[in-house]
């Protein structure tokens, strides 16, 4: 790779799908597992993704006709707060498998544009439940997604009356960033709500979809997600509900791993005795670690050729701030992280850009190109050990 085709996103598209197919062998029957789109829509990953999960969860029309485009076949969940008459009318011509309904209002507004057809639906609810610590918490709160268990009555009244909306059942994504025994009891505790909600309303509960929210530690790369532990877990949970089909909607989990940002050091600075290498691109290609405060892990890949007059501006065995091109303080990619050597022209390779990174990234402020994407497909995978799977 030459310094002008950085920054780069690199696919690993193989290391993708032997990961999905770990993800799957882990999972008992009963068990549907889709995968969230928004995590990472690159039409090349969804290709990727669709030979081993049930379906796809799209959160806006946009992401509707994308996936939809890209996966005619695939049956797709149309989930997310404020989906609008348009987007609702798309998602029925489009044959949605699911809609996740938000609220009365969204139910009534289904009924109003749904015309002859018939529409499968689940409907979100918040439960009180203690979350604890966790890196976002969706429900268990006030907040804006889904709906209080009280306000679930106004919507069964209304499905009773509409012959055309199929109730399948309930919806909760409440948190993101559990591990694989906290997920599982929140799973066990949502089930055993949720069957003694059906059964004082007289519901004939098919499915409960849990959410995604399978957590990803971005300051330990290797702990990924258990997912044997949670699939075997899963098992005397589902006995427990012999009826009840689980649904999983998992995006940052399926696919951080697989994505790279690659990049190039333009410049070592020294502030009040404290290193900063400058990098090409930044927060506005992978926003990350702006958005979720942490440091991204990275790999310093060097690069010996230097044909400038001058001395080489380095840090050595010192902590480092990587930063990026933007104006604004915010621009970190990793803050005072110990380095052996990095030099001006070194490449950094920043790894768990797979998911909600490029995608949720400001692309525009301040006009910087975009960067490149590469697509490892059916390349060998490096051994452990060797350079892409090192990661400080
Ligand atoms: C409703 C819903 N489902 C699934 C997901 C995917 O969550 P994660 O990427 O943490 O697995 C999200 C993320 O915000 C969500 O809001």
Redesign the pocket.
């Known amino acids: 790779m030459t310094e002008d085709d950085l920054p780069a996103y690199v696919y690993d598209l193989p290391g993708l799908r032997e990961h999905v197919q770990v993800i799957r062998a882990a999972l008992p029957e009963r068990v549907e597992l889709l995968y ?1 789109a ?2 990472n829509s690159d039409p090349r990953i969804l290709r990727t993704l669709a030979g081993y999960v049930d379906g796809f ?1 799209v ?1 806006s029309g946009g992401e509707l006709s994308h996936v939809r485009g890209l996966a005619p076949d695939a049956p797709i969940s149309f ?2 707060p404020g989906k609008t008459e348009t987007e609702l009318t798309c998602a029925l011509h489009a044959g949605v498998e699911r809609l ?1 309904i938000e609220s009365e209002q969204e139910l009534r507004l289904v009924s109003t544009v749904l015309g002859d057809g018939l529409v499968n639906v689940l409907l979100r609810v918040n439960l009180p439940v203690d979350l604890g610590q966790v890196a ?1 918490a ?1 429900g268990g709160h006030p907040s804006p ?1 889904g709906m209080d268990p009280a306000q679930l009555d106004r919507c069964l009244e209304l499905i009773a009356t509409d012959p055309r909306i199929r109730l399948r059942g309930l ?1 909760l ?1 409440l948190a ?2 559990l591990q694989a025994p906290a997920q599982l009891a929140l799973v066990d505790k949502v089930l055993n709500w949720a069957e003694a909600w059906a059964r004082e309303h007289g519901v004939d509960l098919a499915e409960v979809n849990v ?4 957590g990803v530690d971005y300051a330990r790369p290797y702990e990924v997600f258990d997912w044997s532990v949670f699939g075997a877990g899963l098992r005397p949970v589902l006995a427990r509900h012999p009826r009840l089909t689980l649904r999983i ?6 696919t951080a791993y697989c994505g790279w940002y690659v990049t190039q050091v333009l410049d070592i600075k020294f502030s009040r005795g404290q290193a900063f290498a400058v990098l090409r691109g930044g927060t506005h290609h992978l926003r990350t670690p702006a958005a979720k405060q942490h440091d991204q892990p990275f790999e310093v890949i060097p690069d010996d050729d230097w044909r400038r007059p001058w001395d080489r501006p380095e840090a050595r065995d010192e902590p480092v701030t990587l930063v990026g091109q933007l104006c604004t303080p915010k621009d970190v990619l990793a803050r005072g992280v110990m380095v052996e050597r990095l030099r001006v022209g070194d490449r950094v390779a920043f790894a768990m850009a797979g ?2 990174a490029w995608n949720i990234s400001h692309h525009a402020f301040l006009m910087h190109p975009h960067p490149a994407f590469h697509h490892l497909d059916d390349v060998e995978v490096p051994a452990p050990g060797t350079y892409a799977h090192q990661m400080s």
């Open positions: 969230a928004k995590a969860e959160a989930g997310g996740h976002l969706m997604f919806h994504h993101s960033g959410g995604g929210g399978m909607e998992p995006g940052r989990s399926v998911a909600y």
